[in-house]
């Protein structure tokens, strides 16, 4: 089973950066989709971004241009680099690991919180 340890949240004013990583366990790291998923206060959980095994990307549309996901299979590691935040990007963001995007493991979540 694969664990996901992240980190990287934070308070940060409106316009500001923030990069979340997310530290995996696991030997087939390098063969599986990873994701980031963020949910607010009283709202579903959504994708925000996910990268795929061949380093294919997809992101919210909410996001696109603002927010790059990327991995280092090396270091097990997958990272969400935020620019230009926004109040409304304040959530919970959860790491994904799975064969299918938003399956298999899921991080304790790091929570980011954007003040205007």
């Known amino acids: 089973q694969v664990q996901l340890v992240e980190s990287g949240g934070g308070l940060v004013q409106a316009g500001g950066s923030l990069r979340l990583s997310c530290a995996a366990s696991?030997?087939?790291?390098?063969?599986?989709?990873m994701g980031w998923y963020r949910q607010a206060p009283g709202k579903q959980r959504e994708l925000v971004a996910v990268?795929?095994?061949?380093?294919?990307?997809e992101y919210a549309d909410s996001v696109k241009g603002r927010f790059t996901i990327s991995r280092d299979d090396a270091k097990n590691t997958v990272y969400l680099q935020m620019n230009s935040l926004k109040p409304e990007d304040t959530a919970v963001y959860y790491c994904n690991v799975g064969w299918v995007p938003g399956t298999g493991s899921w991080g304790q979540g790091t929570h980011v919180m954007v003040s205007s």
């Open positions: 990268i795929t095994s061949g380093g294919s990307t």
């Open positions: 696991g030997s087939i790291f390098r063969d599986l989709a």
